[in-house]
């Protein structure tokens, strides 16, 4: 136990508590606008980023990732809100922790290994463009100093790591912008012109629901949906780090801790979160590495709520802006760009197409299961080749060679690839360089034998593997078939 805390709590200290400080000054903005894209009050944003990221810290799979309240998860629950209220919000978001912890029980964590590359790289990139899409309201209505503050940001993100990394550049930005525009009384947006922050506590609250079936059956689909979504993007936004710290995650706990910490949050007036992408990068790119990253974040994050509310509503926008576009910037994966030509066409489509799908209507989840049924659908055309290499031995005995996968998809191709009827009184059929997959397959080779047995003609299987072999002696037929 001393092991585990030290050892996920302890062994990147310094680094750690000023990236999650880091991260929770990009928390505010973020929560508030979500609340207002679900039609709740800016505190279920706050309370849901703070419980959220303080109970994924303990019970969470991946070490420095950030969890909290999302746009992707907020964009589901408007519908809900505006027709039954808030509580059946809190109930749903209940629902949602339960079926999440149930999906991690069950190895949902599994399914990442079946999202391809581009779908991951599509993925990447459409948050990417999103989050930067995402501060250009930001500018309407702006005058220059809200332009000039939000180059000076970025100046001092990208030049101060050149003069010292000890502490992160984002950090400094947020705090020098933000002594700027009170200095200066520079007429720019603040954090306290995005919504009301309230400066109390978080309380433990049962949803008011009267529970029933009709009850249950009005918020499980928006539950489902949310548990879906949360998952994905949380899976997805752990092997991205992962790949960054070139380390190794629990998918499986992560999706439990998931669903334990959307548990806790609708106890709090919070609403269902999950990871996020761009505070992961700020804190990764911090020089956040473990538990204690995610932990500060929130703690901090409340802190700012109730003990320096008044400061924090002082905090220009254009400072946030800054930072959340050095996000953009970090996350996109420019190098898919450089080797755009280089990579299969088809390749290059399921991204581009994820992309699109993800960007033109913010939702995640709809734009990855394309993306992936897009990417089955090439595998399964390049698969589907099946061709035969026929040449008769010096016994009079026909071989046919078979090349490529037996399965659904080359069945009907594989039986025309025979001439019974013309055929030698001797034919071997060898699939050494090939593998039956399927009842389609074995069904295929049932037809043929039959044709050849019909026409009194004898007919050999060689070269099956194990596997192969089972399947086609399940079928009655013996790898040494007679007429």
């Known amino acids: 136990m001393f092991a585990w805390i030290k050892q996920g709590f302890f062994g990147n200290t310094r680094k750690d508590i000023l990236s999650g400080l880091t991260v929770a000054f990009a928390l505010i903005p973020e929560a508030i606008a979500f609340s207002i894209m679900a039609g709740v009050d800016p505190m279920v944003g706050l309370y849901a980023s703070f419980v959220i990221a303080v109970s994924i810290s303990f019970f969470g799979g991946r070490p420095g990732m950030i969890s909290a309240a999302t746009g992707a998860m907020a964009s589901l629950m408007g519908p809900l809100v505006a027709k039954h209220g808030i509580e059946y919000l809190y109930a749903a978001t209940v629902l949602t922790g339960l079926l999440q912890w149930l999906m991690g029980a069950l190895k949902f964590g599994r399914f990442i290994s079946f999202v391809p590359q581009p779908v991951i790289t599509g993925f990447v990139n459409s948050l990417a463009i999103i989050i930067f899409l995402a501060q250009l309201p930001n500018f309407v209505g702006e005058s220059w100093p809200m332009f000039l503050m939000v180059a000076g940001t970025l100046v001092i993100i990208y030049v101060l790591p050149l003069l010292t990394k000890a502490v992160p550049s984002a950090l400094v930005a947020i705090i020098v912008m933000t002594i700027i525009a009170v200095w200066t009384g520079a007429p720019v947006r603040t954090v306290g012109d995005m919504g009301n922050i309230t400066q109390t506590l978080p309380f433990f609250h049962i949803p008011d629901v009267y529970i029933s079936l009709e009850m249950i059956m009005t918020i499980l689909p928006i539950s489902l949906a949310l548990a879906v979504v949360g998952m994905t ?60 990253s995610t932990l500060v ?39 898919s760009l450089r080797t755009l030509y280089r990579i299969p066409l088809g390749d290059t489509v399921v991204m581009l197409t994820t992309v699109i799908i993800v960007v033109a209507t913010h939702n995640l989840a709809i734009g990855v299961m394309i993306g992936i049924v897009l990417s089955a659908l090439n595998f399964g055309w390049k698969m589907a080749r099946i061709y035969a290499n026929p040449h008769i031995e010096a ?36 699939f050494s360089k090939s593998h039956v997959w399927d009842q389609s397959g074995t069904d295929a080779i049932s037809k043929i034998f039959n044709k050849y047995k019909e026409a009194g003609k004898h007919m050999t299987i060689v070269g099956l593997n194990e596997e192969s072999k089972r399947m086609v002696e399940r079928m009655g037929l013996a790898s040494s078939s007679s007429h």
Request: glycine letters at 12%; charged letters at 20%.
């Open 297 to 335: 974040a929130g703690v901090f994050l409340l802190f700012l709520i109730i003990v320096l509310g008044d400061v924090v509503k002082q905090i220009p926008m254009a400072a946030l802006v800054g930072v959340m576009f050095m996000v953009s910037i970090g996350t996109f994966e420019w190098n």
């Open 395 to 430: 016994n009079g005995v026909k071989v046919y060679e078979i090349r490529g996968q037996l399965f659904f998809g080359t069945a009907m191709y594989f039986i025309k690839l025979f001439d019974a009827h013309n055929d030698p009184d001797h034919v071997t059929i060898d």
């Open 233 to 292: 993007e949380s899976l997805l936004t752990a092997s991205l780090v992962d790949e960054l710290t070139e380390t190794d995650s629990d998918k499986n706990r992560e999706i439990r801790g998931q669903g334990i910490a959307n548990i806790i949050t609708g106890f709090f007036g919070g609403m269902a979160g999950c990871a996020m992408i761009g505070q992961t990068v700020i804190n990764v790119k911090s020089g956040g590495r473990t538990r204690l």
